[in-house]
């Protein structure tokens, strides 16, 4: 179309906000003569820069289909490394993802209107609400590999730029030692995660019984997303 400049509807006075409701589309077509039974392969590449001659830089960098299979195969070897490193198996990279979708479906905390959601109770845990919650509640005999799935998958969103508060909820026997919490904080160690406990957007541990029933109630009217024993996930209405 053009410039945006020929297009009324952006330089009729609106507010800044409104200039561009849309989300931005780039159309790219490309005329291609194919011989019978011929084969031609496309790659359109689009690339971000400070300035234009940057752009056009990087986007030289990547001219042939090689070099964009090059680059696809450095990044998936990348990727592995670090799901690798995480400890979250390829596998269960879909599930990661599905349970990220899920935590961004309702604003949860962050909805002024969840009559559970109270910020004071949620403050007192050490928990903001500005960021999504998900909630797993654990037996005595909870699963390991579910929980070392949740935290590797928390410390896969994070490192992407896309933090989220991690509750542990165990049933929390009254007494000096606790053996389930020692049992949760030494899986947080192997998972690499013993630094973000009790963090925003980190790793909180609670113990079921020990906790105020206002708070509880709170923290499950909170979270976006709970697991439950078996490692069955429900989202929050």
Known sequence: HGDARDIPHFTSGLDERMRFPLDPVSALCAEVVLPPHGEVELAFVTAVATSR???LELARRYGSIGALDWAEQDAAARTARDLHLLGLAVGRVADAQLL???????PGPRSADHATASRDELWALGISGDLPILLAELREEFDSAELRFLLAAHRHWRRRGAPVDLALLHPGLPGYVEPLRERLLDAMRE???QELLGE???VHVFGRDQLEPARLEALRGAAAVCCGAGGVIATSA
């Open 53 to 55: 001659h940057d752009a």
């Open 100 to 106: 990220f979708s899920a935590l961004h479906t309702r």
């Open 191 to 193: 998972a690499g995660s």
């Open 200 to 202: 925003r957007g980190g």
